[in-house]
């Protein structure tokens, strides 16, 4: 099996605002002036619930209650949509109470929307289980195949819901292309970046009508913090996502919000990293015998190669595998690492290896999304990788 194409940033160039200013340079600047009273270069955490108003109605600063909108969360949220090349960017307590919102945005009862059929099982869960009660219908589909997903648009369509890579899968959907179909017929197109983040990938510039992430994952970056973001341009859109914001009142805290705007800072020389020490495992991995086959859009045999080098900075460093022996290797070398800590959740600093048809897609079970039992999904952490490669190695000889 071929090694992956290194894609790295003396091949391409990371993508740029309308300022000139870099991803990095925004990370660190977007939204963080220093403080106007003291000075600090880093954004105080704002731990107020409530504010005081110069007289009724007399505003200091727009600030009223900290559910409505905080100065912390809002410098995050003009961080985010600073790099996502977006107008409007909203924060909430995590990635699925960001789903939620933007679903209940954008449907009715009897609307109908398309999903991926190897979505996120959380995403599934709320979909086929909660929006359903509502009167909300689905089809799942493979977000590849753009005939496919033609043929399951209906009149009552209203929202195209993508991941790419998607997870577990690492399948890679072209924005561009549908973004064009949906919009041909009226429909909004949503886009999970959470896999690529804002620095490999940004869907609003092929076309996508709203980003969504879990910023919980590699924004955050260090397993220390649940948040979730929507970035969008659409001014109609974001007013109706502010209003459940402040409405429904799933936002994040101050300091919830300072801690992944933290994480922002170094979210580009992280998935550098990420990426090179993924690069590496996939090498390792593609010429082991216990594993059948290595699922990582890098790899130039990889369907999706071509759509993803055209759209992404990088590959990632979320790799899935499949093992020769079946569910009973999968769950040994579940067990078997060491450095590769067993757990949900990804993007952090640490590696993590999960099981995902027992894990985190156990939703899905019984259902057109079920994931294969030899299944094993990794998260490829920025430690040494001489030492993952090794603790991989150990874990799959049994």
């Given at each position: 099996m071929a090694s992956p194409v290194r894609l790295g940033p003396m091949t391409q160039a990371a993508p740029q605002e309308s300022s000139g200013h870099g991803f990095s340079t925004r990370a660190i600047h977007a939204g963080q002036e220093p403080d106007p009273t003291t000075g600090s270069v880093i954004v105080p955490i704002?731990?107020?619930?409530?504010?005081?108003?110069?007289?009724?109605?007399?505003?200091?600063?727009?600030?009223?209650?900290?559910?409505?909108?905080?100065?912390?969360?809002?410098?995050?949220?003009?961080?985010?949509?600073?790099?996502?090349?977006?107008?409007?960017?909203?924060?909430?307590?995590?990635?699925?109470?960001?789903?939620?919102?933007?679903?209940?945005?954008?449907?009715?009862?009897?609307?109908?929307?398309?999903?991926?059929?190897?979505?996120?099982?959380?995403?599934?869960?709320?979909?086929?289980?909660?929006?359903?009660?509502?009167?909300?219908?689905?089809?799942?589909?493979?977000?590849?195949?753009?005939?496919?997903v033609r043929a399951a648009l209906r009149p009552n369509t209203k929202l195209l819901w993508l991941e790419t890579p998607t997870n577990p899968l690492l399948n890679i959907a072209d924005i561009t292309a549908l973004a064009e179909l949906a919009h041909t017929v009226g429909v909004k197109v949503v886009v999970d970046n959470t896999f690529a983040s804002p620095y490999l990938q940004t869907p609003l510039a092929l076309g996508a009508d709203v980003v969504l992430h879990s910023t919980t994952k590699y924004i955050g970056g260090h397993s220390d913090v649940v948040g979730g973001a929507?970035?969008?341009?659409?001014?109609?859109?974001?007013?109706?996502?502010?209003?459940?914001?402040?409405?429904?009142?799933?936002?994040?805290?101050?300091?919830?919000?300072?801690?992944?705007?933290?994480?922002?800072?170094?979210?580009?020389?992280?998935?550098?990293?990420h990426s090179d020490n993924a690069e590496r495992v996939v090498d390792m991995l593609t010429g082991h015998p216990a594993v059948s086959s290595v699922l990582y859009p890098g790899l130039p045999d990889h369907p999706g190669h071509k759509v993803a080098a055209r759209q992404m900075l990088r590959f990632g460093g979320m790799i899935s595998l499949r093992l020769r022996g079946g569910r009973e290797a999968a769950l040994q070398l579940c067990a078997g690492t060491h450095l590769f800590?067993?757990?949900?959740?990804?993007?952090?600093?640490?590696?993590?290896i999960e099981h995902p048809a027992a894990m985190t897609h156990a939703s899905t079970?019984?259902?057109?999304?079920?994931?294969?039992e030899d299944l094993v999904r990794l998260s490829v952490g920025i430690e040494d990788v001489a030492d993952l490669v090794a603790d991989l190695e150990q874990a799959l000889e049994g």
């Open positions: 704002h731990a107020t619930s409530t504010y005081a108003q110069d007289g009724v109605g007399g505003l200091r600063g727009g600030y009223e209650y900290s559910r409505t909108g905080n100065p912390t969360r809002t410098a995050l949220q003009e961080c985010l949509a600073a790099l996502e090349g977006g107008a409007h960017g909203l924060a909430f307590a995590s990635g699925m109470a960001a789903s939620d919102a933007l679903l209940r945005a954008t449907l009715r009862p009897g609307d109908h929307l398309v999903i991926p059929n190897d979505a996120y099982g959380g995403t599934f869960r709320l979909i086929d289980k909660v929006l359903s009660q509502w009167g909300v219908e689905h089809t799942p589909v493979a977000l590849s195949d753009v005939d496919a929507l970035v969008t341009n659409d001014e109609e859109l974001s007013a109706a996502l502010a209003f459940l914001q402040n409405g429904a009142g799933a936002v994040p805290g101050p300091f919830d919000s300072w801690l992944t705007l933290r994480g922002l800072k170094t979210l580009a020389v992280r998935m550098e990293r800590t067993l757990a949900e959740s990804l993007g952090g600093v640490e590696s993590l079970v019984g259902s057109a999304l079920e994931v294969p």
